[in-house]
Structure formats: C-alpha cells, structure tokens
T-cell receptor, first 115, second 113 residues
Framework: SQTIHQWPATLVQPVGSPLSLECTVE??????LYWYRQAAGRGLQLLFY??????ISSEVPQNLSASRPQDRQFILSSKKLLLSDSGFYLC??????????????FGPGTRLTVL | GENVEQHPSTLSVQEGDSAVIKCTYS??????FPWYKQELGKRPQLIID?????GEKKDQRIAVTLNKTAKHFSLHITETQPEDSAVYFC????????????FGAGTRLFVKA
C-alpha cells in the first residue's frame, strides 16, 4: 500500500512569512495528489489536486499555491501567510485503477499556526 | 459544482446503541463512496467503502448502504463503544477531473459510557 510523508509535522509562522510544505508518496506511481486543509473542528476543504507532473487544479481562491515537480512530490506554498491560513494540512494520494477507484491515503498532516 | 451533504453534524449516543450518519451527493457520476474515521489530532483513516454496483456492505459492527437513485448513502455503527468516538467523514468520488474526492463536512460522534 501507499505511504505518504509530510513535513514538517508542526509549524508556527508569523503573518506575512512564506510557507513551504512538502509531501512525498511511496508505493505507487502516477498517483493523483491532493492538498486539504482542516480548520479546527471543521471538515476537509480541498485546496488543490494534481493528476500528473506540472498539472495543478485549484479549488478555492486563496494566497496559497501548489506545485508538482516530480511524480510523487507535491508542494504547498505561500509567499505571505495570513492568520486564516492556520489549520491542519493534509496531503492525500490515490491511484486511478481503471474501472476500480482506489481509496485515498492520507499523510500524517502538518499543523500550521500563523501568529 | 459537486457537493456532499452530511448529517448530523454532531451525534451523541449511549454505549451499546446504534449510530447512523447520512450523506447525500449531487454528482450522478460518482461511483465510489468511502467513509473515514478521524480521531483527535490524527489523519483520517478509511473504515469502510462501497462501490456503486453494490447496495450494502457490512464489516463487523459497521455497515454502509447506498441508494444510487436517491443519491444517498449511510454509515451504520451497531453496539457502539467509547472508542468509536471520533469524527466521521463520508466522501464521493467523481469521475470528472481525475477521480476528485468530495468530502462531507463530518459528523462528530460521542459515545457515552
């Protein structure tokens, strides 16, 4: 099965500072990759998804961006963080399987606090 | 766009009772419906799933039902235990844009001992 690595696990950043969160995937090739944000006590909000290298789709307008420089690497970035960017960021991966659709595997998450 | 509605947002049951969480999806192209359990501070974990060619699936105390005509699917937990307390998310996989997963808003389940 797939293994997803995320780092850092926790991060405290001042408002206006840049952000870079990294996600890497093992155990599969050509996965679909996703970035979700979960605010405290809230559901999962899809931020970006990628079906291949260099292919990024954005779900909500925001000051975040994503990049996929390699097949199994997905990066979430910001040039200037806002207070509202605080939350639990989850990277997820699934693999297209023809007629069968596979489950999404989640990384351990990064807890971001913007002060 | 596509969306998934999940109810209730909070559910409190007595240990041993059953719990039911319901979801409704909008995209008729959805064909895979997983349920995730998320304990406090941890990542969501898949607990059960169902595909569109099946109406019901059971795994010990957990079952999921799907009504494709009505675009409803539900999670049923029987003989609830305190360790079942968590947030549960339903999701629907759509076929447009590369198997994009749409999550429900989550249900916080409290099981009282």
């Amino acid at each position: 099965s797939q293994t997803i690595h995320q780092w850092p696990a926790t991060l405290v950043q001042p408002v206006g500072s840049p952000l870079s969160l990294e996600c890497t995937v093992e155990g599969t090739s050509n996965p679909n990759l996703y970035w979700y944000r979960q605010a405290a006590g809230r559901g999962l909000q899809l931020l970006f998804y990628s079906v291949g290298i260099g292919q990024i789709s954005s779900e909500v307008p925001q000051n975040l961006s994503a990049s996929r420089p390699q097949d199994r690497q997905f990066i979430l970035s910001s040039k200037k963080l806002l207070l509202s960017d605080s939350g639990f960021y989850l990277c997820a991966s699934d693999a297209t399987g023809g007629a069968g659709v596979n489950e999404q595997f989640f990384g351990p998450g990064t807890r971001l606090t913007v002060l | 766009g596509e969306n998934v509605e999940q109810h209730p947002s909070t559910l409190s049951v007595q240990e041993g009772d059953s719990a039911v969480i319901k979801c409704t999806y909008s995209d008729s192209a959805s064909n895979y419906f997983p349920w995730y359990k998320q304990e406090l501070g941890k990542r969501p974990q898949l607990i059960i799933d169902i595909r569109s060619n099946v109406g019901e699936k059971k795994d010990q105390r957990i079952a999921v039902t799907l009504n494709k005509t009505a675009k409803h699917f539900s999670l049923h937990i029987t003989e609830t235990q305190p360790e079942d307390s968590a947030v549960y998310f339903c999701a629907a996989i759509t076929l447009t844009g590369g198997f994009k997963t749409i999550f429900g808003a989550g249900t916080r389940l409290f099981v009282k001992a």
